[in-house]
């Protein structure tokens, strides 16, 4: 404590990670720790699925979007997001003491973006991936080349090989 003209003034405690920790509960702490779970299921699951599944040829990246392996990701993380949701959104005005009440918060809102990023991915696995597909084709690489190509496609592709070559001269 420091007195300055007969104030006393007290100090702020410390409150880092250690404090943090120590004032959760274990439905905070499992709420927290759930929404930040199906959360890192989509960022971090998918990229490495898709990594070990092949970036080349780019028909990999569109079969591992179609694959059972990012279905299932996807599920998890909707059902562990939902879940996460709806405990943290249901129990944090009960918690003891702030951090709690912020780590159920935390939890559910992970969970939400999980919910929501989930869903439009699973979206877009439904029916947008022959788009998506089209526009790795576009370059002249893809089966709509192999087919020949739209003119369109082959004129762009004309016109980027030509750019390529005067530029490397």
Known sequence: MAVREGVVEEEMPERGIRYFVAEQTALSAATG???ALSLSLLVIGI???????GLLPYENIVATIESTEILVLLLAAIALGMVATIVGSTTFRRMATKPSREAAVAGAVFGIQAVILGGLLLWFRAGAVEVFERALA???????????????QIEAFGKAQAEHDAFAQ
């Open 47 to 53: 990229p490495v699925v898709t990594i070990l599944n």
């Open 138 to 152: 576009f370059c002249g690489k893809g089966r709509d080349a192999e087919l020949g190509g739209s003119a369109f």
């Open 33 to 35: 720790l759930l929404g």
